[in-house]
């Protein structure tokens, strides 16, 4: 993949985000009107035990995927047909496993305490098997370099969750249910979506199981599993711990508020998709120059972003959610550092993990977890979700500083190399603008 190509497909993948990021910036402005702070806590939670569930489930297998298509280890044959083995086995699983706990006094009582109804949530836990189909057979395609085919994937399943939000939420007024049956659909688009686009690359799928691939991605996906399930409950287990202490309707506020947050991870998240399966097939300086650059311009684009949603974020929570969600806005003032530490973070894992060395993920991770728990359970108490998005905060910055102490040591990079902008990076945006004139231009002759 040439940097003509490199720029094509992070061009598509951030037009991909852009798209996700305003269908769903909507679709969470609906549930949130609907449902209101203590409905849409509900859902939050709702969507957060599968969550956990098919993280921990996992075992890092859709990584693992990326890494050995894009370093040609493997077949891309053999590798879809241990993913939906793996698929189908893991799901069933995990809905079996779930079953046994779902019949616990503890999580009974759980399900009262925050008003969940049963029937909704199993309905969700159904859908684990058809997540695990998508999310392993999209990155068979991110790892193969089909980043269009795997951005097809992703737009699909945001748009099917907002136009299934808009029928069921806002014309059929179902409330919570409604809610549950969109990302029911969702789930179920992208993953017959997922089969769809990877049986045209191996044109008939293949039955046979390759026991020294499931060896391998066991192995390396058993740190990016470690490394993603830590990472998950750093940037989740805060929504758990403000159940324990506070209540539903805190906890919708502070979804709003984390919701808002994460969607400004558009720009590094689509950089991320491109850049691990550019570095699988990379060595030495090439990666090096790469990341460094794409790590110059996160930091930029990010910080300007940052401040421009701190003055902006009173105003788009009343306007959007409306007066009974203001009590999200300071949490969201206190994400917003902790959301620039975590996407230059993940343009680093991003590479690392590229390199063959997820460790370093997973010691990032583990940092930021205990520190993150640590501050919560004394922060939550004092302060409520704003001491929650306070210890949030605090834990990304330390999970980034690990991971880019790890990086600056394997390129030998000085940290200027990879903050500061240089006078040709300048020049990118430049040749963008003149780029986009252009074809502005061109367009209109062709009317």
Not at 347 to 362: E, T, Y
Not at 417 to 438: H, M, P, S, T, W
Request: overall charge positive; hydrophobic content about 55%; aromatic content about 14%.
């Amino acid at each position: 993949m040439g940097e003509t190509s490199f720029s094509k497909n992070s061009f598509f993948t951030l037009l991909t985000e852009i798209i996700i990021f305003i269908f769903g910036f909507i679709y969470l402005i609906v549930v949130a009107r609907i449902l209101g702070p203590e409905g849409k806590g509900i859902y939050s939670l709702i969507l957060l035990i599968p969550g956990l569930m098919m993280v921990f489930g996992s075992f890092g297998i859709e990584s693992a995927n990326v890494y050995f298509i894009g370093s040609k280890k493997y077949k891309i044959q053999e590798v879809v047909a241990n993913s939906i083995i793996l698929s189908v086995v893991l799901g069933v699983f995990l809905v079996v496993v779930f079953w046994g706990i779902s019949q616990t006094s503890f999580f009974q009582q759980f399900l009262r305490d925050n008003k969940i109804p049963p029937l909704y949530l199993w309905v969700i836990i159904l859908t684990v098997p058809l997540y695990f189909i998508s999310s392993f057979l999209r990155n068979v395609l991110r790892g193969y370099g089909n980043i269009e085919e795997y951005n097809k994937v992703r737009i699909v399943e945001g748009l099917v969750l907002f136009a299934a939000g808009i029928i069921f939420l806002l014309l059929l007024k179902q409330g919570l249910w409604g809610a549950v049956l969109s990302s029911v659909l969702s789930v179920f688009a992208a993953a017959f979506l997922s089969i769809f686009l990877v049986q045209k690359l191996v044109k008939i799928f293949p039955l046979s199981f390759n026991k020294n691939l499931l060896k391998d991605l066991l192995s390396y996906g058993s740190q990016v599993y470690l490394a993603n399930n830590l990472s998950f409950l750093n940037y989740r287990l805060d929504m758990f711990l403000i159940t324990i202490f506070l209540s539903p309707a805190a906890v919708g506020f502070y979804s709003v508020a984390v919701g808002i947050a994460e969607k400004l991870l558009v720009i590094p998240g689509a950089l991320a998709t491109v850049l691990f399966p550019k570095v699988s097939s990379f060595v030495g300086d090439e990666a090096n120059g790469l990341t460094s650059k794409i790590l110059r311009h996160t930091a930029f684009i990010m910080i300007i972003v940052c401040l421009v949603m701190t003055f902006l974020a009173p105003f788009m929570v009343e306007l959007f959610f409306g007066v009974s969600f203001l009590p999200s806005v300071l949490p969201i003032l206190i994400l917003l550092p902790g959301i620039l530490a975590f996407s230059m973070g993940g343009v680093l894992a991003a590479d690392l993990s590229g390199r063959g060395k997820p460790q370093f993920a997973v010691m990032s991770s583990s940092v930021g977890l205990f520190v993150n728990v640590i501050l919560n359970i004394f922060f939550i108490p004092q302060w409520g979700i704003t001491g929650a998005a306070l210890a949030s905060s605090i834990a990304y910055w330390l999970d980034t500083f690990v991971v880019l102490n790890a990086f600056l040591k394997i390129s030998k990079s000085p940290l200027k190399e990879v903050l500061i902008l240089k006078r040709d990076d300048f020049q990118d945006y430049i040749n963008l603008c003149i780029g986009f004139i252009a074809s502005k231009k061109r367009r209109s002759i062709y009317k």
